[in-house]
């Protein structure tokens, strides 16, 4: 007997104590557990918005590539964001892209291509074009697509996406997808379904 109690009595609410403070850890370590683990995505978050910051940013872009000093290309864009970290430059507010030859009579324009967004990825050599590509060759054809690659390493220029191709007969042509060269001209384009305009004298 202790304070009047009985031993089973006082093991009794030494173990309820016991338990109790088990408990009063317990909820202690979630407690800080939860703000830790807060804290923790907090500082991800903000991390992950310092580095998606671009390193710099150039208004009214001009950029033209030769070859053999001979100008082949003109690439120019409102906006251009550098994330030198990513390995990539961003031009959010649309692209143009126009292609020259040099002929007897001087450089001329043969073909251009615009688009509302783009990215370069200059370690690959690549720029991709996305949303409302459009691009016209020497031969008057008119391709449409959401999507427009160029690889310069490969000298080709494809895409994955839908395709429309109108000639200047106003034949359109639709597929899958879709390959050219640096000129743009001939497209392959892959599953080709179609519209063939027919002569209203065809037969007579």
């Known amino acids: 007997m202790t304070l009047g109690l009985p031993d089973t009595a006082l093991i009794k609410i030494l173990k309820e104590i016991q338990n109790l403070k088990y408990r009063l850890a317990l909820v202690a370590g979630l407690l800080l557990f939860s703000a830790c683990e807060n804290s923790l995505k907090d500082i991800q978050k903000i991390s992950s918005q310092e580095v998606s910051k671009p390193i710099s940013t150039t208004t009214g872009l001009d950029v033209t590539y030769s070859d053999s000093a001979k100008v082949q290309f003109r690439l120019t864009a409102p906006l251009l964001l550098d994330y030198t970290d990513k390995k990539f430059k961003e031009m959010p507010k649309g692209v143009k892209i126009i292609k020259y030859e040099t002929t007897p009579k001087g450089v001329v324009q043969t073909g251009q291509i615009t688009a509302d967004y783009g990215i370069m990825r200059e370690g690959d050599k690549i720029i991709e074009l996305r949303r409302n590509v459009v691009a016209n060759n020497e031969k008057g054809e008119t391709f449409k697509s959401e ?3 160029w690889d310069q390493n490969k000298r080709d220029i494809y895409s994955n996406k839908f395709v429309q191709m109108t000639s200047p007969n106003g034949t359109v042509l639709y597929g ?6 640096e000129t743009m001209y001939p497209w392959i384009i ?9 002569n209203q004298n065809f037969g007579q």
Do not use: D, R, S
């Open 147 to 149: 999507e427009l690659i």
């Open 176 to 181: 899958t997808g879709a390959t050219t060269n």
């Open 190 to 198: 892959q599953n080709t379904t179609g519209q063939i305009p027919v």
